[in-house]
């Protein structure tokens, strides 16, 4: 086993003592490629990293011998092509094994790894190539991804390298062919070309609702901060199938898809779907009888529209979910078909886990469960105190400048006056909101600027859609605040209704009634909109504050005409 190299200490006898007393050892000269994937190979050569399959009925098997191999051949190759330490490489790969290749590949090299979604367009990939300086592109043999790629091409000033992987493409490296004319062996580098764990070893664009995306930076003690993620939540198992559904674009691709997951000597099933249709994800489940799942609640939604029932998911022993708070009464639908509970976990592209369900307690439905010992953790108000018991307040991690945590972001790449506000001050403000009980579980209430400030009243989101989603008309929703002149916002709900439903004034009605008596009678939506789909990040997360700010510019362009 080589999770004992980092943890002094694996198993604990309660959540108290988990806290006390979990703590990592991170080498100075930790790599990922090298200590895990490489000792993994030497330690037990047949022992499966990686099971691929797709929707097109492909399937291949990995073992860490393999993936030490393959990295080998393409870092040799990689370097070929004048990559070095510290160079940017955009991968847009969506989940083909390939990646994971690359990816161990170029951090034995020591470039940094930039991971990308093939949704994508022109104007992103010219935004992303140029603001990061990224000199190499390798994507999936996707047309679309391709297109958008070559008509970036003459607007981006760094990159010299284009690489294809699967098949080949006229213009492109086709990655699969040229790296079988390189040796399978490459010497960890020494001196200035060997890496330390100070080094940025990925860079991720976060999904934000507005702006243009910030880029995140982690060093090499990344992985070894998802050690958590993996064993302590999502609960893998040595030698058993775990699946997280990611694309590699999605920073949930490296909480799930590769580090924390092969640290613990799971084999990851990277099941690349064109698109999600839960009936063959369920399949896929069913298939290969995977032990542990992840994936995020809108998708747990949609495969209850399914005969779940049908499906033999009786391999899976651990359920998990993040990236939204996941509403009571799905997780009660989910426990009648499967028997078991779906663990909440809360976190960030900027972090690891910060609020999980672990297995000492019983979850609480509803809440994000209790502080992970990877952070100091805390509640602040707007002036920087910690709030009391039940009161709200910004997610805060502590004393960052001087012990900086494994897991956490080391800083917004290319951007040190940022780097300087969120991460040089006495805490960092993930500026998500929540409350936490008698009994030290946290509930989360949403972003800082989600929160609905109606008549005095303060009204997260989450409690709001957690009341509509219990209707039966109601496959998803998104609560936002709208203006209102006498309010300053009332609550709106913008709602995704099952197929068998038809919207009508007489809907709202129900649905509005249906809260009042759900939840505070003062917190139901006073507008309510049908629609065929809610807007959403790449990474999945509900873009309320699109519907927010799409509001407010009506509400000015009104007051203009009027």
């Known amino acids: 086993m080589l999770l004992d190299r980092f943890l002094p200490r694996i198993d604990f006898d309660s959540y108290e003592d988990f806290m006390q007393n979990y703590k990592i050892n991170i080498p100075d000269d930790f790599n990922f490629g090298f200590d895990i994937v490489d000792e993994w190979s030497k330690l037990e050569p047949e022992k499966k990293a990686l099971v691929w399959c797709d929707d097109h009925g492909n399937e291949k098997v990995f073992t860490f011998t393999d993936i030490s191999r393959l990295s080998n051949k393409a870092a040799n190759y990689f370097q070929s092509l004048g990559i070095k330490k510290g160079d940017m490489v955009m991968l847009i790969l969506r989940r083909r094994w390939e990646y994971w ?13 930039n991971p990308n979604t093939l949704q994508l367009t022109k104007k992103d990939i010219v935004y992303r190539a140029n603001s990061s300086f990224a000199g190499t592109v390798i994507c999936v043999n996707d047309k679309y991804v391709l297109d958008q790629v070559n008509a970036a091409m003459p607007e981006i000033s760094t990159i010299k390298n284009k690489i294809v992987v699967g098949e080949s493409a006229e213009g492109w490296l086709f990655f699969n062919e040229e790296i ?35 880029m995140v930076q982690h060093n090499f003690a990344y992985p070894l901060g998802h050690i958590v993620t993996a064993k302590y939540w999502h609960r893998v198992r040595e030698n058993k199938l775990h699946l997280s559904v990611s694309d590699s674009g999605w920073a949930k691709f490296s909480w799930g898809k590769i580090y924390g997951q092969w640290i613990c000597g799971a084999v990851i099933l990277g099941y690349d779907m064109e698109k999600f249709v839960p009936k063959n994800l369920l399949s896929v489940m069913e298939k290969y009888k995977i032990t542990t799942f992840c994936a995020p609640p809108t998708m747990y939604r949609f495969m209850l529209l399914e005969d779940v029932g049908s499906f033999d998911l009786s391999s899976v022993k651990h359920w998990t979910t993040a990236g939204e708070p996941l509403n009571p009464e799905v997780n009660a639908k989910w426990f009648r078909f499967t028997g078991h509970n779906i663990y909440q976990g809360f976190g960030q592209s900027e972090g690891t886990l910060i609020f999980a369900d672990f297995k000492w307690d019983d979850i609480k439905v509803g809440s994000t469960g209790k502080i992970s010992p990877q952070y100091n953790t805390k509640l602040l108000d707007s002036d920087g105190n910690e709030v009391e018991q039940g009161q709200e307040g910004s997610i805060c991690i502590m004393d960052v400048k001087n012990n900086p945590p494994a897991g956490l972001f080391t800083g917004y790449y290319m951007h040190p006056e940022m780097t300087e506000k969120y991460l040089r001050g006495k805490y960092y403000d993930t500026c998500d909101m929540a409350w936490c009980d008698s009994e030290g579980y946290y509930w989360f209430i949403g972003r800082n600027d989600d929160v609905i400030k109606c008549s005095g009243y303060r009204i997260g989101p989450f409690e709001v859609e957690s009341a509509l989603l219990e209707h039966d008309a109601v496959v998803e929703c998104a609560v936002t605040g709208a203006p209102d002149p006498v309010r300053g916002q009332i609550v709106k709900a913008t709602i995704v209704i099952k197929k068998e439903y038809t919207p009508s004034e007489e809907l709202k009605k129900e649905l509005q009634e249906h809260v009042k008596k759900t939840t505070a009678p003062y917190k139901y939506p006073r507008i309510i909109e049908f629609v065929d789909e809610l807007p959403k990040t790449f990474s999945g997360k509900i873009k309320r504050a699109l519907i927010r700010h799409r509001d407010e510019k009506a509400v000015r362009t009104r007051d203009e005409e009027d």
């Open 180 to 214: 079988e004319r390189f040796s399978d062996v490459f010497t960890r580098p020494t001196g200035e070309n060997a890496t330390t764990v100070n080094d940025i070893m990925i860079m991720m664009f976060t999904s934000g609702t507005s702006g243009m995306a910030k």
């Open 101 to 113: 290749v690359c990816a161990v590949a170029l951090t034995k090299i020591g470039a940094i790894i």
